[in-house]
């Protein structure tokens, strides 16, 4: 076989000869002296290459002679390279620094409690060290259960849309339905009247929705507690005297607290609770508007009509409710001002809620 190339004078196959002594030579001692050789061997212009090339124009009945060693050059190379690539990121691997099995761990980062759960938890564990235990119920309500048996009238303003989100129905019956997502949580007491007779002494707290526009001072959600207590003999006096303690658990001991005639359709007397303002001790200063009071939160009789509504005698029967914006209270406790950081989520915000 004399086949001859052009550019050299070895014969092709004098030419896989030498390449293939050349193969277990082969070193690289880095990434980029790998890629060097693997170009200057295995590329589509590399050494290998240029010997298929050559291989083409060789003569048919010389192809069988040449093809077999040639394609062994081949797989020598491929494996060669594939063996040093290994070496080379053990090589790389065992220059690592080992890692240090005893040093102490990275401090995990927790998450913090949100703060109207940290005052809603507060809320309930003041009541419920005087017996109050806690019902829930639905947020997507019905026109019954938030408006009908706490004595709204049928064309009360709180019915009308501006208020209330409404739920429609299927969209050939485009008409607001009863349906709706409840504006207070005065709906579970209703719920729970109608489950059991007296004596009842609950706590509802829960997320309520308003069709409101959100600012700093108003949000289409926020949160509230309810409170309910019937039983014999239940008055006024028992319900001022328990706000009392709440206000000076919730704010402490020095509060003060001032009840002022209000109207709800479902209490009768009704009354809104202010506590001292405990920014300024009560001397006035811009958060209580100079008055050093400051609203907390709605309360009152349970109106005979609710509790005779809910399957309750009220002619035996007589109870107070209270309700309360978790919000309103988390303002006064963190001197939050606005709403809308309890719903942002801003890490910043809830990280300094952190050691509550
Ligand atoms: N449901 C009232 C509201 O959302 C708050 C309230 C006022 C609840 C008086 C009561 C109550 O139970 O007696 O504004």
Not at 21 to 39: D, Y
Not at 45 to 54: F, S, T, V
Not at 252 to 266: C, N, Q, V
Not at 284 to 311: Q, R, Y
Request: net charge negative; hydrophobic share 40%; charged share 30%.
């Amino acid at each position: 076989m004399n086949f001859r190339n052009y550019r050299c004078d070895m014969t092709i196959q004098e030419r896989i000869e030498a390449l293939s002594q050349q193969v277990e030579g082969l070193k690289a001692g880095s990434a980029e002296e790998l890629e060097k050789l693997r170009i200057q061997y295995l590329s589509k212009k590399g050494e290998i290459a240029r010997l298929y090339d050559e291989f083409k124009l060789i003569p048919k009945d010389e192809k069988a002679v040449i093809g077999a060693p040639l394609n062994k050059l081949k797989q020598a190379y491929e494996a060669r390279f594939a063996e040093m690539k290994e070496l080379l990121s053990a090589a790389i691997a065992a220059a690592q620094p080992k890692e240090d099995l005893t040093r102490t761990p990275d401090p995990l980062t927790l998450g913090t409690r949100h703060p109207l759960s940290l005052v809603r938890e507060e809320i309930i564990d003041i009541f419920s060290r005087i017996g109050f235990t806690v019902a829930d119920g639905p947020e997507i309500e019905d026109d019954k259960h938030v408006f009908s048996l706490l004595n709204f009238a049928p064309e009360h303003p709180a019915r009308d849309m501006q208020d209330t989100f409404f739920i429609e129905k299927e969209p050939e019956e485009q008409k607001p339905t009863d349906i709706l997502l409840r504006t207070h949580t005065s709906s579970v007491q209703t719920r729970v009247m109608l489950s059991q007779q007296p004596p009842i002494r609950v706590l509802c707290p829960g997320r309520v929705y308003r069709n409101e526009a959100i600012s700093a001072r108003a949000h289409c959600f926020f949160h509230q507690v309810e409170g309910l207590y019937v039983d014999k003999n239940v008055s006024f006096a028992d319900l001022r005297e328990v706000l009392l303690y709440f206000a000076k658990e919730m704010f402490g001991a020095e509060t003060k607290i001032r009840l002022r005639p209000s109207y709800f359709p479902f209490t009768e007397p009704s009354a809104e609770m202010d506590i001292s303002c405990d920014i300024c001790g009560g001397k006035g200063c811009s958060f209580c508007k100079g008055t050093g009071w400051v609203e907390i939160l709605g309360c009152g009789m349970v109106h005979p009509n609710v509790l005779d509504a809910c399957g309750i005698d009220s002619k035996v029967y007589t109870g107070y409710a209270f309700g309360m914006g978790v919000e309103r209270i988390a303002n006064l406790k963190y001197k939050v001002k606005d709403l809308r950081l309890f719903s942002e989520n801003d890490v910043r915000f809830l990280n300094q809620f952190a050691s509550c």
